[in-house]
C-alpha cells in the first residue's frame, strides 16, 4: 500500500505543477485521456475483457454534454452529468448486448455496436456531422468561476480527473473490485462459488463507460469541440494501446501511458505522418518485450530488488 | 420401550423419505449425436461419500458439467433435496449448496491464498456490488478464513501469491475454498490427480474429515483412495452406469474388472 500512497503524492504534485511548465491545454488533453485510460483499464486490466468499441462512450458523451452546453443552455457541470450518464447509458445497451459472448467476440460485438452510432453521429443533424458540434461554450462552473479561464478550466479538469481516478481506484480496491478479479482470473470457478458473473461485468461496464462519458465530456469543454474523432474505431484503438503500453492491471499505468502516446503525438507534430509509425513501433516494441507496460515493468523491478536488498 | 421402538421407526422413515440428496432421471448428454452421458441414473445417499469412476472418456467430467449446469443436459432431470434443479443456473445450484471443484485446480492465482478462500466467504455479507466500499470491510472474514487455511494446512501460506504454491497445496487451497461456502454437497473433479504419493494421502484424510456433516461426489482415478474412504462406487463406461455398490462389490463384478482391462490407473 505504501507504493500506491507514494504514487498519488506525485500524481497530486505533478497535477498541482504541470500546467506552470507545460502548455496548460496540453496537460488537460493528457488528463481526459488518462482517465479515459483509467476507465477501460477497469474493465480489461480488472474484469479481463477487452472492449473494442469505447470510442462511443467517449465521443457520444462529448456530443450530448457540448449540445447541452451550446444548445440548451446547461451549464457546465450539467452538461458533464449529463455526457456521464450519456456514457452510462450506452454502457448499459453495450454491455447487456456484448456480455455473453467471450474473447474475441465480446471484443467484435462491442466494435459493431461502436460503428453503428458512429454512423448515427455522422447522420444526426445536431452532431454537426463532419465538422462537429463548434464553439462549445466553457461557461461558468456553479455559476461563478469562469472557465474561459485557462487556469480555472485546469483546475476543475485536474479535479474532475481526480475523482475520477479515485473511484476507480476504490473500485477496484472493493469488495466487488476483488470478484472482478476473480472473474478475470477464473471465471468458471467465481460461478461455482454462487456468483452472477454477468450481472458483475456488467456493472464494470456500465462504471468504465460512464466514467469514459465523463472524461469525453470534459475533453468536449476543453476543447469547445465535439467532432467524429472521439466516436471513430482509430480512439477505441488508441485507448488499447494507451493501456497497454503503460501497463494494463496497474493502477497508475494508464496515466503513464496516455502521457506518453498524447505527448508523442504532440512534440512529434513535426514528423507529420512519421508520428503514426514511431507510435507504432514503440507499441511494437513494448509487446514484444515490455508484455507488462511501461508500469508494470517497473513494478517488477522495484519488487525484484527490493528481495535482495 | 414402546415409545423408542415407534421413535426409531419415525427415524428410520424420516431417513428414508430424505434419504437421496441427489437424484438424476435418465440424464443424458448428447454432442452432435455423439452420447457422451447415456440415461444415467444416478442416486447419491446424505452424508456418504460417493465415488463416481470409469475409464478415461467416460462421462465422468460431463456428468458434473452436467450436475452443476455448466452444461445443459439434452434430456433427463436433477434433483436436489427433492427439487427439480434441471432448469436452474450454474451460479443459483452453487448457492443452493452444491459446490464444485475442477479437474484442473481452479485457485485465483493473482490473489493471496487467504483472498481465495474470502472470495468464497465475502458473498453472504451482501456488498459484493458495493464498488464504493473499500476492501478493508472484507477484514472481518480474515479470522474465519484462517479457519479454513488451517483446517487444511495452508495458514503458513496465508499471504502467498496463490500461483507460487505448489501444485499440491493449489487443491488443497481448492477445497478450502469450496469448504467456505459450507456446501451440503461437495463436487470433487479428481482431488488427488497429479499429485505426489503424500499429498494424495492428506487429501485422502482431509475429505474423510470434511464429509463429517455433508455428502461429497467426487470423480477418483486413485483406487486405493475410492476403497479408503467412499461408501458407494458407481462406474460409467461409455456414458452408462456399468455398475454400482460398496468397493467390494464393484471391484469384483467382472464387467467392471474387463471395462479397466488395458487402462492403466493410479
Ligand atoms: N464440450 C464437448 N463437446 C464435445 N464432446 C465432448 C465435450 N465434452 C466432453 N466431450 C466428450 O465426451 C466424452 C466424455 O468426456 P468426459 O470429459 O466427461 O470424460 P471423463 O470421464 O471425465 O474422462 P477423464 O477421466 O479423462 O477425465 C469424451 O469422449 C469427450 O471427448
Ligand atoms: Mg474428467
Known amino acids: 500500500m505504501k507504493g500506491k500512497h507514494i504514487g498519488w503524492i506525485v500524481l497530486i504534485a505533478v497535477g498541482l505543477s504541470a500546467p506552470f511548465l507545460v502548455y496548460p491545454v496540453l496537460v488537460m488533453k493528457i488528463l481526459c485521456f488518462a482517465l479515459f485510460a483509467c476507465a477501460f483499464n477497469l474493465l480489461l486490466g480488472y474484469t479481463g475483457l477487452l472492449s473494442f468499441g469505447h470510442a462511443a462512450f467517449l465521443g457520444w458523451a462529448g456530443y450530448v ?41 465480446f471484443a467484435m460485438v462491442t466494435l459493431a455496436l461502436a460503428q453503428l452510432v458512429y454512423f448515427l453521429a455522422l447522420q444526426f443533424p445536431f452532431t454537426g456531422g463532419e465538422d462537429g458540434l463548434q464553439g462549445v461554450p466553457r461557461g461558468h462552473l456553479f455559476g461563478f468561476i469562469d472557465l474561459s479561464d485557462t487556469m480555472n478550466m485546469y483546475f476543475f479538469v485536474l479535479a474532475v480527473f481526480l475523482v475520477g481516478f479515485w473511484i476507480i481506484d476504490r473500485a477496484i480496491h472493493s469488495p466487488f473490485g476483488q470478484v472482478l478479479t476473480a472473474i478475470r482470473e477464473n471465471e468458471p470457478r467465481a460461478i461455482s462459488l454462487g456468483y452472477d ?40 484503438g488508441e485507448i488499447v494501446l494507451m493501456t497497454l503500453l503503460g ?63 | 420401550m414402546q415409545f423408542s421402538f415407534h421413535q426409531q421407526r419415525q427415524d428410520l422413515k424420516d431417513a428414508m423419505s430424505t434419504d437421496y440428496i441427489l ?22 445417499r446424505r452424508g456418504t461419500i460417493h465415488a463416481l469412476i470409469g475409464p478415461n472418456g467416460a ?47 481452479a485457485v ?43 483446517s487444511v494446512d495452508l495458514q503458513s501460506f496465508a499471504d502467498t501469491m496463490t500461483v507460487e504454491l505448489p501444485y499440491g497445496r493449489k487443491r488443497a487451497l481448492e477445497i478450502a475454498t469450496t469448504l467456505a461456502l459450507e456446501p451440503e454437497l461437495m463436487l470433487l473433479d479428481e482431488p488427488t490427480q497429479g499429485m505426489g504419493h503424500e499429498d494424495v494421502g492428506r487429501v485422502a484424510d482431509l475429505i474423510k474429515r470434511v464429509s463429517e456433516n455433508r455428502t461429497v461426489l467426487m470423480v477418483e482415478h486413485n483406487l486405493s483412495v475410492v476403497s479408503h474412504i467412499c461408501d458407494t ?8 452406469v456399468l455398475a454400482e455398490g460398496p468397493y467390494e462389490v464393484v471391484s469384483a463384478d467382472p464387467r467392471v474388472l474387463e471395462a479397466y482391462m488395458g487402462t492403466e490407473h493410479g
Not at chain 1, 73 to 94: N, Q
Not at chain 2, 121 to 136: E, N, P
Request: with cysteine; charged share 15%; glycine share 12%.
Open chain 1, 65 to 105: 454534454c457540448g449540445y447541452g452546453v451550446k444548445e440548451l443552455g446547461f451549464s457546465p457541470e450539467l452538461g458533464i452529468l449529463a455526457g456521464t450518464a450519456t456514457g452510462a447509458a450506452l454502457g448499459f445497451v453495450f454491455g447487456s448486448l456484448a456480455i455473453r459472448r467471450a474473447g474475441i467476440y
Open chain 1, 197 to 236: 458473473v454477468d450481472k458483475y461485468k456488467l456493472l464494470a461496464f456500465v462504471l468504465s463507460a460512464g466514467l469514459s462519458g465523463l472524461a469525453g465530456a470534459t475533453k468536449t469543454l476543453v476543447f469547445q469541440l465535439a467532432s467524429l474523432t472521439d466516436v471513430h474505431w482509430h480512439m477505441s
Open chain 1, 247 to 309: 501497463g494494463m492491471g496497474t493502477v497508475f499505468g494508464p496515466i503513464v501511458g496516455a502521457t506518453v502516446v498524447v505527448g508523442l503525438q504532440n512534440y512529434g507534430a513535426e514528423l507529420g505522418q512519421w508520428v503514426t509509425v514511431l507510435t507504432g513501433v514503440i507499441f511494437v516494441l513494448c509487446v514484444l518485450a515490455f508484455r507488462r507496460g511501461i508500469v508494470g515493468e517497473l513494478a517488477l523491478l522495484i519488487k525484484r530488488s527490493g528481495i535482495r536488498m
Open chain 2, 23 to 44: 437424484q438424476t432421471r435418465d440424464l443424458t448428454k448428447e454432442f452432435k449425436g455423439f452420447v457422451a452421458v447415456d440415461k444415467v441414473n444416478l442416486q447419491v
Open chain 2, 59 to 105: 462421462g465422468k467430467t460431463t456428468v458434473f458439467n452436467l450436475l452443476t449446469k455448466f452444461l445443459t443436459p439434452t434430456r433427463g432431470s436433477i434433483h436436489f433435496n427433492s427439487h427439480d434443479i434441471t432448469h436452474e443456473k450454474s451460479a443459483q445450484i452453487a448457492r443452493r449448496g452444491v459446490v464444485r471443484s475442477f479437474q484442473i485446480s
Open chain 2, 108 to 150: 485465483f492465482p493473482h490473489l493471496s491464498v487467504l483472498e481465495n478462500v474470502r472470495i468464497a466467504l465475502q458473498r453472504k455479507l451482501g456488498t459484493s456490488f458495493h464498488f464504493w466500499r473499500s476492501a478493508k470491510s472484507l477484514d472481518v472474514l480474515n479470522g474465519r478464513a484462517m479457519e479454513l487455511l488451517e
Open chain 2, 233 to 240: 462406487i458407481t462406474v460409467l463406461q461409455r456414458g452408462a
